[in-house]
């Protein structure tokens, strides 16, 4: 969203429909001189994963403990998210566009699958079996595990061929669009959409 003001990650809004998505849109503008990135510190990352629901209060808390005793390790892992969610970013927006994603980019996807994997099992539920995630051996990095697999479970589904990217080209927000007809072309109304009727409106008046 490519607002007046960088937003702090409290209050950026979950508009991309899909986990994967909403990560990839913890930044914006990319490509222009002014990029926005959310995840300043690994605090921020964490305060994104108990947004949409990858850590409780409780286990927040534990990963922000953690952080502070092995800050060089934090700023290693807050590295290695960013460059996951950029992987993920230009894959999808590749596609978003019908273009071929680089090869390199699917690798690394494909490398934090395989990294990830061992830390999903299988439970028993109610109604059959579910998954889950365990801690594994570096506990900073379990918020990226289930990113990397929203990303696979979206390549796989008929639900990317709705992906876009939203059409103000200084925002570079993605989102599934699950509108009926298949029209929408903003990121949110509210911010790029109504932008855009702004610029449209001081068009026609200066032409007019």
């Keep these: 969203m490519a607002g007046a003001e960088p ?7 979950l508009v991309g429909g899909e986990l994967c998505l909403d990560f990839t849109n913890t930044a914006s503008r990319r ?5 926005e990135d959310r995840l300043g510190e690994y605090g921020d990352l964490v305060t994104w994963a108990e ?5 409780d209060a409780s286990q927040a808390a534990q990963l922000r403990r953690e952080a502070g005793r092995r800050p060089g390790d934090a700023v290693r892992v807050l590295a290695r998210a960013r460059a996951l969610r950029e992987r993920i970013y230009r894959v999808m927006s590749a596609l978003a566009s019908e273009s071929a994603p680089r090869a390199d980019d699917v690798q690394a996807l494909n490398d934090a ?6 830390y999903r ?4 539920e109610r109604e059959g079996f579910g998954w889950t995630w365990v801690e594994s051996e570096e506990p900073l990095e379990d918020v990226l595990w289930p990113v990397a697999q929203s990303a696979a479970e979206l390549l796989t589904s008929d639900a990317m061929e709705r992906v876009k990217e ?6 570079t927000w993605l989102f599934v669009d699950r509108s009926r007809n298949g029209s929408r072309r903003w990121c949110d109304m509210k911010d790029c959409g109504n932008r855009a009727k702004a610029r449209r409106h001081y068009a026609r008046q200066k032409g007019s």
Excluded at 7 to 13: A, G, Q, S
Excluded at 113 to 118: H, P
């Design 7 to 13: 937003r702090p990650i409290e209050t950026v809004e």
């Design 31 to 35: 490509g222009t001189e002014s990029p």
């Design 51 to 55: 947004r949409v629901g990858l850590a």
């Design 113 to 118: 699958l395989a990294a990830g994997a061992r």
């Design 121 to 124: 099992r299988l439970v028993p």
């Design 166 to 171: 939203c059409r103000n080209q200084q925002c």
